[in-house]
Each structure stands twice: as structure tokens, then as C-alpha cells.
């Protein structure tokens, strides 16, 4: 069964450094069983380059690394003169594979936003937007490199308009309308090849990011907004917390942010509902030496887990670790503690309520970040399709 027949979209963030430091490639997606289930698969990421123009990020991994036999999507090499390689060749074997299946290229995120500002002023706007559109639209990826239309569209991933995101990125207040412009210029372009391409976006959740945004006039532009409704707490904070809680708690001393209190504002600016997209994490975000009243929970801790990537590690290594596991009923979330370390995640159950949610206010789906987090079996893209085909509980 697959969230196709549901009209749901379940939409999965593929990262491009996957295979060099994670060991996951497109053949993951198969041999989980994922993806038939999903229906987007957003590649991340493009970045834009000093010269405000769209480019790859890391040419050996988009196009360049040769997969074996072993590691093809379908069971054949490439071969050693074949112009196109790389996750852009497998992510072509994959649609082949599954024909329901779109890829968009997302452009920007975290590290990679810096640039944004200048690309979306009005004498750059234009030559930028053209610039995506010709390398990842049209296919022409590097000198002598060109490849058949592997990307349905364009996911785009400021962050943020006019408000701080990474250190180093530039940000302004003309930004608020500029992002506006922007996507109607993507629109624009998109429509003159063809109307079918698909423009998306990752939003943010906290207000004074959101509040930034034209929410009333961007969905205009755009097949559906991909709600970040993750990050809320994290090792910026020494106090243990939900990091993508359902609902907002009285009970959190910091106020409480969650995914239901920005859906609301998101659906209260004017977003079609079936235009917004509930973001859950694939990863957990913990904190150690963590006392062990409140079985952890909004506890001040004394420091973070030890070890790469420690303080954001993916559902599939947080399964192994065999902690115990906590419910709150208030927030719908889960959290694990051992004694010590505390990590805040979402599992099968939390999945469970939100995709119940998704369905109860109409949203168009459900989006994560990203495929390397689940386990060998898909359970978490799993637990989502089956939660989208349970039935709407109220009106």
C-alpha cells in the first residue's frame, strides 16, 4: 500500500553526502522498501555560487562518482566513459524504477542561504532564477556534462528571508517582499517549459522567521509549502526539551513552540491547507548528565553526548541503543533517558499522531529530513504511509 491512492504526499530530503559519510545511497531507498512509498524525494542541496548564479554543489557526488554493480539502483555499473554518474544517474534509475516518483532539487538550506539575499534583488532575480532553471531544469550540469530531465521541479530553501539564519548570511528587510518576487519569477520560468514542473518550499517554524514571509501570497506560486516543524530545542539550550512536539505543553518553561501552534498561524496567514506540508524529523537531539527527576524531561542539563554527529544522531542508531522510551500526552512526543543522556525524537507513535493530524486538518502530507535517519526496514516512512491511510477523526 502506498500514500499515492491517499492523495497524500510523503516527501523525504535524499542529502547528497549520504553515501560518503552515512553509507546510503538511492539502493537504500529500494531495499527498505521506501520507495514505493514515497512520493517526492527533494535532493539537497544546490548552492548559489559568489557570481549569484545556481551551481552544483559537489560535482563528484551530483554526477561524477562511478557506482558498481553492487551499489546501482538497478544492479549495472556505470561505466567508466558514461557522461553522467553520481546520485543524479541513480536518482534517473530510481524514477525509471518507480514512475510515480518526482525528485526536486532543493536549493539553499542551512550552510548554503548566504547568498539569497542578492540573488533575490531585482537586478539579479531574473539571470538567477535562469540559472537554476538551465542547470538542473534543462540538464546542463558542468562543462561537457548534460543529462536527461532528472528533476520535476525546484524546492526552495532560505533560510531565512530578513531574519539571521547561518552567521555568515546576508539578510535584509526588503527580503520579506523580495522572496515574494522570487518565487513568482521561479513560477514564471517554470511555467514558459512547463506548467507540470513543480515549485515547492522549506519554511520556517518559529514566528520570527515566518513572520517575515508573505504567507497570504506566496502559496500562489508554489504546489505546497514544506513546513520545518522540527529544531525547536537543541544543544543551544542546556535545558532538556521536545525538539518537534505535536502540541504545546504548559508545562515547558520555555512557552512551548510546536508543530500544531505553526501549522495554526501558517493555515491563519491564509495558506490553503492543502497547500502546507507537517515536517518531522528523522533524527533525535540529546543532552547528557541529565537529572533523573521528570524522567529528564525540562531538566538542566550538565553537557551533550559525546561522539560524531552525537548531538544530532538519526532515528536508526537511537533504535539500537535499547534507552527507555517516554510518552507525553500533553505535547505528543517522545523522548528516551537512561539516567544520563536524554534524546528527543520522534518514533512509530509519534508518527502515529501526527500523520492522524495531517489528516484531520487536510494538510497535503507529510515531509521529513532525510533518508539516512530511518532504519534498514523504512520503519519511519512506514509508520507515516500507514498513519495517512487511517481515516480523518473529526471534521
Not at 530578513?162 to 518576487?181: K, Q, S
Not at 519569477?185 to 515547492?200: G, K, V
Not at 538519526?314 to 534507552?323: D, I, P, Q, T, V
Request: aromatic share 12%; glycine share 10%; hydrophobic share 40%.
Amino acid at each position: 500500500m502506498s500514500a499515492r491512492s491517499t492523495g497524500k504526499e510523503i516527501i523525504g530530503y535524499f542529502v547528497q553526502w549520504g553515501v560518503a559519510q552515512h553509507g546510503y545511497s538511492a539502493k537504500n531507498i529500494v531495499s527498505s522498501g521506501s520507495a514505493d512509498r514515497l512520493t517526492v524525494i527533494n535532493y539537497a542541496f544546490a548552492n548559489i555560487g559568489e557570481d549569484l548564479r545556481c551551481a552544483i554543489r559537489d560535482p563528484l557526488a551530483d554526477y561524477g562518482r562511478a557506482f558498481d554493480a553492487g551499489e546501482s539502483v538497478d544492479g549495472i555499473a556505470d561505466a567508466a566513459d558514461q557522461p553522467l554518474r553520481g546520485n543524479f544517474e541513480q536518482l534517473r534509475k530510481l524514477k525509471h524504477l518507480y514512475p510515480h516518483l518526482k525528485v526536486l532539487i532543493s536549493i539553499g538550506g542551512w550552510t548554503d542561504s548566504h547568498c539569497f539575499s542578492d540573488a533575490a534583488l531585482p537586478e539579479n532575480r531574473d539571470a538567477f532564477v535562469r540559472s537554476c532553471v538551465d542547470v538542473f531544469i534543462r540538464g546542463n550540469f558542468g562543462p561537457g556534462v548534460s543529462g536527461p530531465a532528472i528533476f520535476d521541479g525546484i524546492d526552495v530553501d532560505w533560510e531565512y528571508p530578513a531574519v539571521i539564519g547561518h552567521g555568515h548570511n546576508v539578510y535584509r528587510p526588503e527580503d520579506t517582499r523580495n522572496f515574494t518576487l522570487l518565487l513568482a519569477e521561479f513560477r514564471r520560468q517554470l511555467d514558459a517549459i512547463d506548467p507540470n514542473l513543480m515549485l515547492t518550499i522549506a519554511a520556517p517554524a518559529p514566528e520570527r522567521c515566518y513572520s517575515k514571509i508573505e504567507l497570504g501570497e506566496i502559496h500562489q506560486y508554489l504546489d505546497w509549502i514544506n513546513l520545518m516543524t522540527y529544531d525547536f530545542h537543541g544543544s543551544w539550550e542546556m535545558t532538556t526539551n521536545h525538539h518537534s512536539s505535536l502540541y504545546s505543553s504548559p508545562s515547558d518553561p520555555t512557552g512551548g513552540m510546536s508543530s500544531d501552534a505553526a501549522v495554526q498561524a501558517f493555515l491563519a496567514a491564509g495558506v490553503p491547507a492543502d497547500k502546507l506540508v507537517l515536517g518531522v524529523p528523522f533524527y533525535g537531539r540529546g543532552w547528557a548528565g541529565v537529572p533523573k527527576a521528570n524522567n529528564g524531561l525540562y531538566q538542566l542539563a550538565s553537557g551533550f553526548p559525546q561522539g560524531p554527529r552525537a548531538q544530532n544522531t538519526g532515528y536508526r542508531s537511537l533504535k539500537k541503543r535499547g534507552m527507555a522510551g517516554f510518552w507525553d500526552e500533553v505535547a505528543h512526543a517522545t523522548w528516551l533517558y537512561d539516567g544520563d543522556e536524554f534524546w528527543t525524537l520522534d518514533d512509530e507513535t509519534s508518527m502515529a499522531h501526527k500523520t492522524g493530524y495531517v489528516n484531520d486538518q487536510g494538510l497535503a502530507g507529510v515531509m521529513f529530513w532525510e533518508l539516512c535517519g530511518d532504519d534498514d526496514g523504512g520503519s519511519l516512512i512506514a509508520a507515516i504511509d500507514d498513519g495517512l491511510h487511517r481515516p480523518r477523526t473529526s471534521a
